[in-house]
């Protein structure tokens, strides 16, 4: 049954409820009411006729916006069911279980909100205690609020200071959180790190001011009046983080490096692991360090640096389209003298050696092999960069030595988090990119709608990639209009208005 219009011979419209039978195979219509002329029938006649109808049948899912009390507010519920899967993947409720019971629910809730927000759109804590809401969360009502506190806070929210304390919870918990990641990320992709890259960076603060991590320093991104300070990372073949470390912002880079390889060894047990770095990491006692570690290397050599060696004198060999090389053996290991055709394009500089390089190596793997980790390298670097984004929101105002380390953990989480999405894509030959992710997560959103006698969830419109990190991840894609307790029940968002105690007027203790 279905309503159905008619003209007349003088173009009049008449509403009609017909109904579609079939008699001996032909499909025929039969008329169960008219209803009028449309033209003498009122839009208000017709919401009592529709209103009246959904009264009578029950019907659940139908929203009169005009009984709608207020216009809502745009919420966010993608990003919130993201981070709390791929939270439970990594069993990060565990590691916080063993954690003093007063701070073990906020610290955990705190650091996924921080998360969230690093995911979509990075900003600074203050910001997001700002934007609490848009997440579905409260901001704590302060003390004598005014009526609009009343509207906008609750009893039982989030404070601001909270933020910060978990900030010092996570500098003080760094080597715990960053073995359980780990851990938890060979089990749950059932890999091997066997390969890692070596890379630094420089962060500078909004501020002129030093302590013993503050320093000023050579800054990569022409800082110079800034405080800065200097991070360590290794990242393995998938491009995911392994460890890392900080030092203060007047270190040189190659002097991070013993600490890292070190740290490797006894915070990860790891076998066999070849570590690839660039030439301005690599001096020749940091070679030492990683072979007196019985891990092997691979490292990019200047050429003009090479020292009583003729790099033109030899035989080069084809090794793929456009790529040469030729192998000797120096001061006690192996040398890969390449020329590439793409590079010498772009060099430009001194034509005698544009298009060279070299690769230093202690492994036993062929050269096609060695070439093929070392170029696995710009790669990395370039996720490297990605990292560095979600380290460095500007402007970073946390000045104290623990915040400093706190946010750096923080963005750490966030960005295996990010990673770990991407890899599941990859593993399902889902094309993406980040800003595309971010887009797709960011338009998850909802609408809460409440009318005289119902209340109901309208999401926006989803793009294929959003329903598709939903459906990796196992997560039930909502209806476009869904009754509210059931939209917030079957997404699993109740516990966003849960308790927030433990954190106020206490120092974690942990």
């Not at 009609?16 to 499909?27: A, D, F, M, T």
């Not at 929203?63 to 919130?80: F, I």
């Amino acid at each position: 049954m279905y309503v159905r219009t008619v003209k007349n011979n003088q173009g009049k419209e008449y509403l009609r409820i017909v109904e579609s039978y079939r008699e001996n195979g032909k499909n025929k219509q039969k008329i169960i009411a008219n209803l009028g002329r449309i033209d003498t029938i009122s839009r208000k006649e017709v919401e009592n006729i529709v209103d009246k109808l959904v009264q009578i049948y029950d019907i659940k899912g139908y929203v009169n916006l005009n009984s709608v009390e207020e216009a809502p507010d745009k919420k966010n519920y993608g990003v919130k069911v993201i981070v709390d899967r791929l939270f439970e993947r990594y069993e990060m409720d565990k590691f916080f279980e063993k954690m003093d019971k007063k701070t073990r629910f906020d610290v955990e809730d705190l650091l996924k909100i921080m998360v969230m927000n690093r995911i979509i759109e990075p900003k600074s804590k203050l910001g997001i205690f700002n934007d609490l809401d848009y997440y579905g969360f409260k901001k704590k009502r302060p003390e004598g609020g005014s009526r609009r506190d009343e509207a906008e806070t609750d009893e039982e929210g989030i404070a601001l200071q909270w933020m910060y304390r978990t900030l010092d919870v996570l500098a003080q918990k760094k080597e715990e959180l960053e073995k359980h990641l780990y851990r938890q990320r060979i089990s749950l992709f059932n890999s091997v790190v066997d390969l890692v890259f070596y890379n630094v960076t420089t962060l500078a603060f909004e501020t002129q001011q030093t302590n013993e991590l503050l320093q000023m320093g050579y800054s990569k991104d022409k800082k110079f009046n800034e405080s800065q300070v200097v991070l360590g990372m290794s990242i393995d073949r998938d491009r995911m983080p392994v460890s890392f470390d900080i030092y203060p912002g007047n270190t040189f880079e190659g002097h991070t490096f013993k600490d890292t390889i070190e740290a490797m060894k006894k915070r990860h047990q790891l076998g066999k692991v070849i570590v690839v770095s660039d030439r301005g990491m690599m001096s020749k006692t940091n070679m030492e360090i990683v072979e007196n570690s019985d891990y092997e290397f691979i490292i990019g050599k200047s050429i003009k640096q090479l020292k009583k060696v003729d790099i033109f004198d030899g035989e080069f060999t084809e090794i793929s389209k456009g790529i040469e090389y030729r192998e000797i053996e120096y001061e006690g290991k192996r040398l890969l003298i390449i020329h590439s055709k793409e590079r010498a394009e772009k060099d430009r500089k001194d034509e005698k050696y544009d298009g060279y390089y070299g690769i230093i190596t202690n492994t036993q793997l062929n050269p096609k092999q060695i070439l093929e980790q070392y170029h696995t390298l710009w790669k990395v670097e370039e996720s490297f960069r990605t990292l560095k984004k979600y380290l460095e929101t500007r402007p970073i105002f946390h000045w104290t030595q623990k915040r400093i380390k706190g946010h750096i953990v923080m963005s750490f989480v966030s960005y295996i988090m990010q990673r770990t999405l991407e890899l599941e894509l990859e593993r399902n030959n889902i094309e993406y990119s980040h800003e595309k992710i971010r887009e797709a997560i960011k338009n998850m959103e909802y609408i809460d709608i409440k009318t005289n006698e119902q209340r109901f969830a309208i999401r926006t419109n989803m793009n294929v990639l959003a329903q598709k990190i939903l459906k990796i991840l196992n997560i039930p894609i909502p209806k476009v209009v869904t009754p509210y307790e059931e939209f917030i029940e079957k997404l699993k968002l109740k516990d966003q208005n849960k308790e927030n105690k433990g954190l106020e007027g206490s120092q974690p203790q942990v």
